[in-house]
């Protein structure tokens, strides 16, 4: 066990559910709590005291200055409130550090301010008013986990909502300076406890520093225990002394002491990588690892957006269980990431459209489920919400044949195709065609050769070929099912309108494109076949019908052709995996995993201390299925981090949730229950 911190595990996650907004007072334009009868800033120069406090204390305007690892330089807070100490933080980072040099921000809030509330007390700062214009137009809605804003090209804020100690046993990654901020310890004793200053010492780099504007006795015994150095420095205005310090040697992280296969590999040099694929899945890898510097090689057999990401329209869409399990918080942050990235570079709405979902319930048993998803999930009504069959026609625009169903307003379609070329465009991505045939790992990194025997390398290499991924000798153990889609087109007649929203069940339809309905798609399990079938646009004509039978009884009566035999439309092959969640992290070697864990097959509960084997430097985005826009973009960002060594845009459980070996391990453990 590991004495400092007592972590061998990781806590289990927080409810879903909608975090409570702070009750606020406005003096002079600053915001105080009723709850903790405190000020979030200093009413005698809040951008002064945090300069004083934090900047300065951590010798950030000399480490940026400095810094020049290729990892970003990490800071820890506890407790955003108005943000004032990351903008503040932000702005030192664009006047000191050098063009290379990139900056993570990592920050806890239970009580996340609305955003009319955040603008309205950034509004102080006028010089900080471009910042806080970007970190309002990103603000999340104030639902426990973690949000990813990105900031600017060289800037990422991580906001971990929920309390705060909570949220860094939580936390995969590493700080560098901590912000040990929040309500005076007089006035709010939960956060300042023992446990905090433990997480933070486990989620410090070597040598990380700290600072904070309390002298409370509570507070240096507690950092001292954890194993922080501190002194006493002169406090800002009237309040004499504050406290700075370091730690030089943090604990061991042995949260994954019970699923060491889980263990990240070590940390490698990301100059090239090589990702093959390029559709959402891959482009969207691509653009994540050019947006930290890395140089990036795109193989593609076809074209871009060749397979299941070609589509005319697609949809921006998640469907979460009615009982909270790991699946669902991972799609409903995938949604949340999906629509702020797609907002942050296209907010003409170009490439998307944030029309929303309306996901009817057209059966008994899908009816029984979103009431139970309603009531065990009280979500904030902006991200989802219940609607009866008026409310559900006012927001679709037509007439639907539900009953109930539930309205996502921040989902909505894509034209996927078009966010490929998007992604594939940013500056440091080159696309090369050719069928990647072979990979083989050497000293340096990773060779890949084409089917023509050309021969590529680079420091990593990504998977992203959706059914194919596992077509590699390093991937073959990857459980992937083909999975055949076919989508059918409907030209609209004047005077015939599609739905204003996307309505979905069976099957979705997007508003019309062009005066062209898509209507989709079927599901064919086991099947690779892209020929088209009159078969499937029956069905598709069927989905339709029943979801929306209004629409249909229009088309058939403006005499618009129907028939399955002259439709037109798409056929792709999307991948799934066995339990329906994506695959993204680094590649196990399956053959050191089967000999490592073996006994797993006798005992489940066998305990190990080897940590899981990976291909060093070989990665996996894929099983993606039909959500694959509100889940990729999100894995590329885990991707991603794991490479640059940054922390990760999920919890340490749901990371592990999404590893590429988790199906290695459930078989293995298969055969000890199989025993029992």
């Not at 459209?353 to 996901?359: A, K, L, R």
């Not at 999930?377 to 639907?400: K, Q, W, Y």
Request: net charge neutral.
């Amino acid at each position: 066990m590991n004495h400092a911190t007592g972590e061998t595990r990781f806590p289990s996650l927080p409810p879903l559910a909608a975090l409570t907004r702070p009750a606020l007072d406005w003096e002079n334009g600053a915001p105080h709590s009723r709850a903790f009868d405190d000020v979030y800033f200093s009413r005698q120069d809040g951008r002064a005291e945090t300069g004083h406090v934090f900047l300065d204390a951590n010798h950030l305007p000399e480490r940026f200055a400095a810094w020049q690892v290729p990892r970003a330089f990490v800071i820890g807070e506890t407790g955003f409130g108005t943000g004032l100490n990351m903008l503040c933080a932000w702005a030192c980072f664009e006047q000191y550090a050098p063009p290379g040099a990139r900056l993570h921000l990592v920050s806890t809030e239970k009580y996340p301010l609305d955003r009319e509330s955040l603008a309205r007390a950034l509004n102080a700062w006028p010089t900080l008013a471009d910042h806080a214009r970007t970190l309002c137009r990103q603000w999340p809605d104030a639902v426990a986990g973690v949000h990813r804003l990105h900031l600017g090209s060289r800037v990422t804020l991580d906001l971990h909502f929920g309390e705060t100690t909570e949220r860094l046993l939580l936390l995969d990654g590493q700080v560098d300076a901590w912000f040990l901020d929040g309500f005076a310890p007089s006035k709010n004793p939960q956060m300042w406890h023992a446990e905090l200053f433990a997480a933070m010492a486990a989620r410090s780099r070597p040598g990380a520093t700290f600072a904070t504007f309390t002298c409370a006795g509570v507070v240096k015994r507690g950092l001292a225990a954890a194993g922080f150095e501190w002194k006493k420095v002169p406090g800002f205005g009237r309040k004499r002394e504050m406290l700075a310090g370091h730690i030089d040697t943090p604990p061991v992280d042995n949260r994954r002491q019970a699923t060491p296969w889980f263990i990240p590999p070590a940390a490698r040099p990301a100059h090239h990588a090589i990702v093959i694929g390029a559709g959402i899945a891959g482009a969207s890898v691509a653009a994540a690892l050019a947006r930290r510097g890395v140089a990036v090689t795109v193989v593609e057999k076809t074209a871009p957006a060749a397979g299941g990401s070609g589509n005319r329209q697609g949809a921006l869409y998640v469907k979460l269980a009615a009982d909270t399990n790991p699946q669902s918080r991972f799609y409903l942050a995938g949604l949340m990431y999906s629509r702020r990235l797609f907002d942050a570079f296209d907010p003409a709405h170009g490439l998307w459209q944030p029309s929303g979902v309306v996901q009817l319930a057209l059966s008994e048993k899908e009816t029984t489920r979103q009431r139970r998803f309603s009531t065990h999930h009280p979500l904030p009504a902006d991200l989802v919400h219940a609607l009866e069959h008026f409310a559900l026609n006012r927001e679709a625009g037509i007439e639907v044949a539900a009953e109930q169903g539930l309205f996502y307003p921040q989902a909505g379609w894509v034209r996927p195709a078009a966010l490929c070329e998007h992604w594939l465009a940013q500056p440091g991505i080159t696309l090369t065609y050719g069928e990647a045939s072979t990979l083989q790992r050497h000293e340096d990194g990773w060779r890949v050769t084409l089917a023509d025997n050309t021969a590529l390398s680079a420091d990593h290499v990504v998977i992203a070929s959706a059914h194919l991924a596992n077509r590699f000798a390093q991937t073959e153990t990857l459980p992937l099912q083909p999975v055949r889609g076919q989508v059918s087109e409907i030209p609209l007649p004047d005077g015939v309108a599609g739905p204003e929203r996307v309505v979905c069940a069976g099957g979705y339809a997007p508003p019309a494109l062009d005066s062209v309905l898509t209507v989709g798609a079927s599901f064919v399990p086991h099947s690779a076949e892209v020929d088209m079938r009159e078969a499937d646009h029956v069905h598709n004509l069927k989905e339709l019908q029943t979801m929306l039978p209004e629409l249909y009884r229009r088309l058939e009566t403006a005499g618009t052709e129907l028939d399955p035999a002259r439709l037109g439309g798409r056929a792709s092959i999307r991948a799934a995996s066995p339990d329906k969640t994506p695959y993204a992290g680094p590649v196990p070697d399956a053959p050191a995993w089967r000999e490592d864990y073996a006994t797993l097959r006798k005992d489940a509960t066998s305990t190990f201390d080897t940590p899981g084997q990976h291909h060093p430097g070989l990665w996996t985005s894929a099983a993606h299925g039909s959500r694959g826009l509100a889940s990729a973009p999100l894995c590329a960002e885990v991707i991603a981090s794991r490479i640059c060594d940054e922390p990760l845009p999920v919890e340490g459980p749901l990371a592990d949730h999404l590893h590429p070996g988790r199906r290695l391990i459930r078989a293995l453990s298969r055969h000890a229950g199989q025993r029992s």
